[in-house]
């Protein structure tokens, strides 16, 4: 894990870490990694826009039809993200040229988040950031690329959301190889939801 983050920040890291080990150890399966920024109260130990991470399992991956997630939540929300699945593992100290061509496709991510979890940045972090559950779409025939900046649109019942971000995807995984060491798995990135009048 990089040592480049400020302490209090990977402390809280570490414990969020002992979480998917049990849970692996359980049965359940690696599906990758969520990068969120901006967090309230995180932000404040990092520069701005600063990120960190949080695992997922199969243990909170929804597949269609499945309801989602199970026990009390605070205030459930929806967020769409933009899914990044690589072909390879990627090493540690990789370029930026290989991690361009190890990005295999690109997808939509739908995180259900408990932002009423946690009111410290250590109870954020440790509690993997707010994550309940995620359920992925990758197109078919595979995307590896997106315009940038990047707009989604996500409605639910007569609300939709949007989101844009700029997107540079090779950077966004040398810091996850950066911050985890070698990277083999999906990763998303957060990208918080505006409400609009918009229709679908």
Same mark, same amino acid.
């Given at each position: 894990?990089?040592?480049?983050?400020?302490?209090?920040?990977?402390?809280?890291?570490?414990?969020? !870490?002992?979480?998917?080990?049990?849970? #692996?150890?359980?049965? *359940?399966?690696?599906?990758?990694?969520?990068? $969120?920024? /901006?967090?309230?109260?995180?932000?404040?130990?990092?520069?701005? %826009?600063?990120?960190?991470?949080?695992? !997922?399992?199969?243990?909170?991956? #929804?597949?269609?039809?499945?309801?989602? =997630? =199970?026990?009390?939540?605070? &205030?459930?929300?929806?967020?769409?993200? !933009?899914?990044?699945? #690589?072909? @390879?593992? +990627?090493?540690?100290?990789?370029?930026?040229?290989?991690? /361009? *061509?190890?990005?295999?496709?690109?997808?939509?991510?739908?995180?259900?988040?408990?932002?009423? $979890? %946690?009111?410290?940045?250590?109870?954020?972090?440790?509690?993997?950031?707010? @994550?309940? *559950?995620? $359920?992925?779409?990758?197109?078919?025939?595979?995307?590896?690329?997106?315009? /940038?900046? +990047?707009?989604?649109? !996500?409605?639910?019942?007569?609300?939709?959301?949007?989101?844009?971000?700029?997107?540079? +995807? *090779?950077?966004?995984?040398?810091?996850?190889?950066?911050?985890?060491? =070698?990277?083999?798995?999906?990763?998303?990135?957060?990208?918080?939801?505006?409400? /609009?009048?918009? &229709?679908?």
């Amino acid at each position: 894990m990089s040592r480049s983050l400020p302490e209090p920040v990977l402390t809280a890291l570490r414990t969020q !870490l002992q979480i998917p080990a049990g849970m #692996l150890q359980a049965g *359940a399966q690696r599906v990758g990694w969520k990068v $969120a920024a /901006s967090i309230p109260g995180v932000e404040d130990h990092l520069a701005p %826009g600063g990120r960190v991470f949080g695992y !997922l399992t199969s243990a909170t991956e #929804l597949t269609p039809g499945q309801e989602g =997630p =199970p026990g009390r939540t605070a &205030q459930l929300c929806a967020e769409t993200e !933009l899914a990044i699945e #690589l072909e @390879h593992a +990627l090493a540690a100290g990789a370029d930026r040229e290989a991690a /361009s *061509a190890a990005i295999g496709r690109l997808g939509v991510a739908l995180e259900l988040v408990d932002v009423g $979890a %946690g009111s410290s940045m250590h109870e954020v972090i440790a509690g993997n950031v707010y @994550h309940q *559950a995620v $359920a992925f779409h990758f197109p078919s025939p595979p995307v590896r690329s997106v315009p /940038s900046p +990047l707009s989604a649109w !996500l409605t639910i019942g007569q609300t939709s959301y949007r989101t844009e971000i700029d997107v540079d +995807l *090779a950077a966004m995984v040398l810091e996850m190889t950066n911050m985890l060491g =070698p990277v083999d798995s999906p990763a998303i990135t957060r990208i918080r939801g505006r409400p /609009s009048t918009a &229709q679908r």
